[in-house]
């Protein structure tokens, strides 16, 4: 039969063996130290403790933004510097002016970015409206539709769209593409013709050459599609299974579970994503320049040529031997860099939210 008595030292007995109260623990040596003593007299706190692997990790992650940091900050510095000497001897608003860019004398140039800012911003306006369905189905498709056996190799698939070099896509476009849609070119200017989107003007590429702005829509869209797609999925797949799980326990279908449940959860991802494809449309260089005809002028044409501010600088690296030249097409890409940056961090704040 048990028994217990009481010992000095707040002990009990049970069956004769001594057991410590709740009043006491075990602290450094053995010693007993009250219930609510500090922390510091326990053995077992490790507070304050930083292990050098940790002290090694923290030290590579801050010096890795630091880097980036400042090599963001460089960049930005030396474009400003180069464009600088440019725009000084600028004879025209550099926001306003839109006609052909005259810079064959340096002492009085005259260049603008509204068109090539119009043209940039346009097409990569229309590859994000054609990428953003697409990739929306795919991430849909493949969290709540596809079996387990092929998430995966689909998942896959779409991610390779992404490691296919950009003068690829270009040969594609203008060899391939372009001529294949000359016909629904065709139908849509005799349909839409009225409409300045799908308007034709005397000096437009032709149709058989597909090389407009809508083509290289559809290039950009296949291009940025795999950013979309994998960022959206991604954050799909975070979505709680207890969410998941109720709305079908609740009766929901597959599509009222998806609606209901997984896209209000994945939504700032989808969007974030978007902004991600966005920032990398915006800065895409030899598809464009090989899929749509340089033109100097925006006319608010799908059926029209132009040039973006890669394009041109790539057009004009000839004259890079000129400072000045140099310049001026360094103000163009300054003006891309900050356009990239603020919608690569406006992606970073709707992440965030």
Same mark, same amino acid.
């Given at each position: 039969?048990?028994?217990?008595s ?33 922390e510091?007299?326990? #053995? ?20 890795? =933004?630091?880097?980036?940091?400042v090599?963001?900050?460089a960049?930005?510095?030396f ?21 052909r860019?005259?810079l064959?004398?340096t ?10 800012? %119009?043209?940039?911003? =346009? ?11 697409? *990739? %929306? ?18 998942g896959?698939? @779409?991610?390779?769209?992404?490691a @296919? ?15 294949? %849609?000359? #016909? ?6 005799? @349909? ?5 989107l ?38 799909? @797949? ?11 326990a ?10 209901? *449940?997984?896209?209000p959860?994945? /939504? ?14 915006? #800065? ?10 340089p033109?100097?002028?925006?006319r ?10 890669a ?5 004009? *690296?000839?004259?890079?031997?000129d400072?000045?030249? *140099? #310049? ?5 890409? %300054? ?9 690569n961090?406006?992606?970073?704040v709707?992440?965030? /939210?």
């Amino acid at each position: 039969m048990s028994s217990s008595s009481s010992l000095p030292g707040n002990q009990d007995t049970v069956d004769g063996s001594p057991v410590l109260t709740t009043a006491n623990r075990t602290g450094k040596q053995g010693q007993t130290v009250a219930a609510d003593a500090p922390e510091s007299e326990l #053995g077992t706190s490790n507070a304050g403790v930083v292990r050098p692997g940790d002290r090694i990790f923290r030290i590579l992650s801050v010096g890795s =933004s630091v880097l980036v940091t400042v090599s963001i900050i460089a960049i930005a510095v030396f474009l400003l510097l180069r464009a600088v000497p440019a725009i000084s001897r600028n004879e025209e608003n550099f926001f306003t002016y839109s006609d052909r860019w005259n810079l064959a004398d340096t002492a009085a140039m005259h260049f603008g970015i509204p068109n090539m800012f %119009l043209v940039t911003v =346009s097409v990569s306006i229309l590859a994000l409206l054609l990428a953003m369905p697409v *990739a %929306l189905g795919i991430a849909i498709f493949l969290t709540a539709y596809a079996p387990k056996s092929m998430v995966k190799p689909l998942g896959y698939l @779409v991610d390779l769209l992404a490691a @296919v070099p950009s003068i690829v896509y270009g040969l594609w476009g203008f060899m391939a593409l372009g001529p294949a %849609l000359s #016909g629904l070119y065709k139908i849509l200017a005799d @349909v839409l013709g009225f409409i300045p989107l799908f308007a034709i003007y005397p000096n437009s590429p032709a149709f058989e050459t597909g090389r407009n702005l809508f083509t290289g829509g559809v290039v950009l869209a296949i291009m940025i599609l795999p950013v979309i797609a994998a960022t959206t999925r991604e954050v799909f @797949v975070q979505t709680p299974r207890g969410h998941i799980e109720a709305s079908l326990a609740l009766g929901a279908t597959r599509w009222e579970m998806v609606k209901l *449940a997984i896209l209000p959860f994945g /939504k700032s991802g989808f969007i974030s994503g978007s902004m991600l494809g966005l920032g990398r449309a915006l #800065g895409e260089t030899m598809a464009l320049y090989l899929v749509i005809s340089p033109s100097s002028a925006f006319r608010a044409s799908l059926f029209d040529g132009g040039t973006t501010f890669a394009t041109a600088i790539a057009n004009a *690296a000839p004259e890079f031997n000129d400072n000045l030249k *140099a #310049g001026a097409y360094m103000s163009a890409g %300054l003006v891309l860099f900050l356009l990239t940056f603020v919608v690569n961090s406006a992606a970073r704040v709707i992440a965030k /939210k």
